[in-house]
């Protein structure tokens, strides 16, 4: 049985990813606008992922003999000077939940609450990967600079990534 701290914690998490997914669909919207549609792609199984992230939270609350509360969503962006610029958000966006992923481990272990401990750890490891995913993608957009060639190339590997949701 979860206790309310934790619940309420982990309830907060959904929120965010739920948050995410909206925040990467508002980020592929982007991409059509400026003709990018292989940027865009991207972000859609990004988003996809981030919803499975958030009903793989709910999942677990509802299995622990919590309840899973949805509480509004906020706002995202909608507008970048550059693709460049998106993806640094898209950095800065993951070392956040990153950090907040870590806060609720730590919790887990006040709370001396294993099964969460447990639970959470898939979700450390799946951060490593989201970090060192985009940190590439970063490092290839500085790496092209204004070059248009690179930039259409780059779209088309992009473009190549689909949501696959893990086995569980
Ligand atoms: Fe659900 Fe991108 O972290």
């Known amino acids: 049985m979860l206790n309310a701290k934790m619940e309420k914690a982990l309830n907060e998490q959904v929120n ?64 970048w000077d550059s693709p460049l610029a998106v993806f640094e958000d898209v950095l800065a966006h993951e070392q956040k939940v990153t950090g907040l992923i870590n806060d609720l481990v730590n919790l887990a272990l006040d709370e001396r609450d294993h099964a969460s401990n447990i639970f959470l750890q898939w979700f450390v490891s799946e951060q490593v990967e989201e970090e060192a995913s985009v940190g590439g993608v970063l490092d290839k957009f500085r790496l092209i600079g204004d070059d248009k060639g690179g930039l259409f190339a780059m779209d088309q590997e992009l473009g190549q990534r689909v949501f696959t949701p893990p086995a569980k």
């Not at 992230?53 to 995202?76: Q, T």
Request: aromatic share 18%.
């Open 16 to 79: 965010w990813e739920l948050y995410s997914s909206y925040f990467y669909l508002s980020m592929s919207s982007y991409f059509e606008s400026i003709s990018l549609p292989g940027c865009a792609a991207w972000m859609k199984a990004q988003a996809q992922e981030e919803l499975f992230h958030a009903i793989k939270l709910y999942g677990f609350i509802n299995e622990r003999g919590g309840r899973a509360i949805m509480e509004a969503i906020g706002k995202p962006p909608s507008e």
